[in-house]
């Protein structure tokens, strides 16, 4: 059995000189401390267009800290992220960011279609009054995720499924060409893991990146490319072929992932 | 007297205090909206509380400068210098120390309300000082208000009002969600930032009416009024200057017929009494509605938990249960089922088989985890796949029990 398996990983080998002007997002030496203990230690990072990418790793690798830095929430200790070649803040437009669904309060007033429209903050601004154009955009967006008939629904109301395909339909609205995703698939039911993915396939397929954070080893495979394994430092990235395997799984995880389960999932995949 | 102070009949100076604390009412509610939706309401106690030092400060500097220590604008701007003192001293607690938010406002509010009091207390020590008045800040006052600070007021009001109502889509998407909005192009700290800005004008310019204990409440009881009957940021937000205006403008004109009585309390216990009001009579989130919906619903519970007892053959123990099965003519008092009774146990007892026989099936099953005990099965199934289920599982049954 062990044949089988998959050679070591090594970095994918292209110059990064040549990727880094081009890529969709590039983060060089990014290093974020909350205190004095560095979460997240000199990460480079270096997403490949029109693919789809899972970020992954044990809790508290940082993997939610990495994709805040990149974004510009949280501020990196040292280093920098640059989208599409440029940096950060002139970019914006072209980044969607879908957040963690615990993040907010979900009793907040305001309903699925408001959520949707806040999408289009950037081109409706302080004062744009919301046409009807906008809200059939909004209502497309919805309907990509299956939630348009609830566009009238108090947030509330909501199942955890729901909420976090209407927070992936807020990113929609905004037509980006990078995805930034924190955890899209966590607690949610089946049929929302089955939309969540195909409306990624979907964007991908149309030239789009998507970077998500990815808590389950057993779909990486099957959803995604590309990974990026970090426990606090950069681990391994490559194609799912090349860096997901065994020993970049045991040296991510530690002793947290039994070597049977290892197997199985590298294996699973082959 | 009051019939006429409502009605703007109590002569001239009455009638300005009342429009003037209305539009004060108004732009107070609809920015303490947005302090509320973002959940830092206390904040704006920390605000009002720091105006204190400042207002005695600038009548000690006002009459060192031999002029008159009660000029308002004068009085005003020092108040406002040190509310963003004090602002500025939570902000930087919070993000430099450990210390929660909570724990910042409330040292920094007290640090200033009691530097605020010796300084007033060391005015009243000056023989300039006696007549000043400066005890009104406090608790708010009517008597004696000029045309001039009516139309403070009124211009105070109106722009900040609009600055809120330009301003308030980041607001909005702020306080729902601060890592969005940051990604999608609105700066957190800045839209913050005006937020407490229009805060702190709200007070600045309410001190003379309402007083710097009570602004708190008009910032926040409108807001939390107003959430009470809509689930929209923005209908709040209109619902809370509707609010925030009425409790201004009543207030105002009660104490206006009683000038002995202090305003800031009188028009916070109009806003209160709206508040209570609403907390109890809102739909959907009013309390009365909630337990009203709460009460029927365990009604349907028991009494379909009843049916299914019946239907099997079993006593029904619980009072609750039996009182509803003989209030609606399913069980007479000897404990036997009535004819209609049974018509119903069947039903509820069809549903129950052709549930089982949904999660039984290999196609429908998924169909099941929909079930909760209460679910209507015919809002779940489409009617063809609710007829196989009925071809599967034969015709109804009579209930024989």
């Not at chain 1, 267009?49 to 992954?56: D, E, Q, R, S």
């Not at chain 2, 205090?17 to 947005?34: D, K, N, Y």
């Not at chain 2, 004090?86 to 920094?108: F, P, Q």
Request: aromatic share 6%.
């Amino acid at each position: 059995m062990k044949d089988a398996m998959p050679q070591l990983a090594t970095d994918e080998g292209r110059p990064v000189a040549d990727t880094l002007a081009q890529s969709p997002l590039a983060i060089r030496g990014m290093t974020v401390s909350y205190g004095e203990e560095p979460a997240i230690f000199s990460i480079d990072l270096t997403a490949e267009p029109g693919a789809m990418t899972a970020i992954i790793g044990p809790n508290g690798a940082g993997k939610s800290t990495l994709l805040k830095a990149a974004l510009g929430i949280v501020r990196p200790l040292s280093g920098s992220a640059t989208v599409f070649g440029k940096p950060l803040a002139k970019q914006r437009a072209r980044i969607a960011y879908v957040p963690q669904r615990a993040s907010v309060d979900w009793d907040f007033p305001t309903t699925v279609m408001d959520v949707a429209l806040m999408g289009l903050s950037r081109e409706l601004g302080l004062l744009r009054p919301v046409r009807a154009r906008h809200v059939a955009h909004a209502l497309a967006c919805l309907d990509r995720v299956g939630m348009a008939d609830f566009a009238d629904r108090q947030i509330g109301q909501l199942s955890g499924g729901q909420q976090q395909r209407v927070f992936l339909a807020r990113a929609l609205a905004q037509d980006a060409e990078l995805y930034l995703l924190d955890e899209p698939f966590a607690g949610v039911d089946a049929a929302t893991e089955r939309a969540i993915i195909v409306v990624l396939k979907e964007l991908r397929a149309e030239g789009r990146t998507v970077v998500a954070v990815h808590h389950d080893l057993s779909t990486v495979a099957q959803y995604f490319d590309n990974v990026f394994l970090i426990n606090r430092r950069k681990i391994a990235e490559g194609s799912v072929e090349t860096a997901f395997t065994a020993a970049n799984l045991q040296e991510a995880y530690g002793g947290r992932l039994a070597t049977g389960q290892i197997d199985q999932l590298v294996l699973g995949m082959v | 007297m009051l019939r006429d102070a409502l009605l703007l009949q109590m002569g001239y100076n009455a009638t300005l205090v009342a429009l003037g604390a209305a539009s004060l009412g108004v732009a107070a509610g609809a920015t303490g909206t947005f302090l509320f939706l973002r959940k830092r309401s206390l904040v704006s106690d920390a605000i009002s509380h720091a105006t204190l030092p400042g207002i005695g400060l600038a009548f000690l500097v006002m009459v060192a400068l031999g002029g008159d220590g009660r000029w308002l604008p004068g009085l005003l701007a020092g108040s406002a210098l040190s509310a963003l003192a004090g602002l500025l001293c939570v902000t930087w607690l919070t993000r430099h120390t450990r210390l929660a938010e909570d724990a910042a406002i409330g040292a920094v509010l007290s640090v200033f309300f009691g530097a605020g009091i010796v300084i007033l207390t060391v005015i009243q020590t000056l023989s300039s000082g006696r007549q000043a008045g400066l005890e009104t800040f406090l608790l708010g006052s009517t008597a004696g208000m000029l045309f001039s600070d009516a139309l403070t007021l009124a211009i105070g009001g109106a722009l900040v009002l609009a600055l809120a109502l330009l301003l308030r889509r980041p607001m909005i998407q702020v306080a729902f969600d601060p890592g969005y909005a940051e990604t999608a192009g609105t700066s957190v700290s800045r839209t913050d930032f005006l937020t407490m800005a229009l805060v702190m004008a709200i007070t600045v310019v309410g001190l003379k009416i309402v007083g710097l204990i009570m602004i708190v409440a008009l910032l926040i009881i409108p807001a939390v009024t107003a959430r009470f009957w809509t689930n929209r940021a923005e209908y709040v937000v209109a619902l809370a200057g509707l609010f925030g205006g009425l409790a201004g403008y009543v207030g105002a004109a009660i104490s206006a017929t009683a000038p002995a009585l202090p305003t800031g309390p009188i028009i916070v216990l109009i806003g209160f009494a709206l508040f209570v009001v609403s907390l109890l009579v809102a739909p959907g989130r009013g309390v009365l509605a909630a337990g009203l919906r709460y009460r029927r619903f365990q009604r349907r519970v028991h009494l379909r938990q009843g049916l299914i007892s019946l239907a099997q053959g079993q006593p029904v123990y619980e009072r609750m249960t039996r009182r509803l099965l003989l209030r609606e003519g399913f069980l007479r008092a000897d404990n036997v089922i009535t004819e209609e009774g049974r018509a119903r146990a069947a039903k509820v007892l069809r549903d129950e088989t052709r549930w089982q026989e949904v999660r039984r099936s290999d196609s429908l099953a998924p169909l099941a985890m929909q079930d909760n005990g209460m679910t209507d099965i015919a809002s779940v199934l489409t009617a063809d796949q609710l007829a196989e289920i009925d071809r599967r599982i034969g015709g109804p049954k009579r209930v024989t029990a």
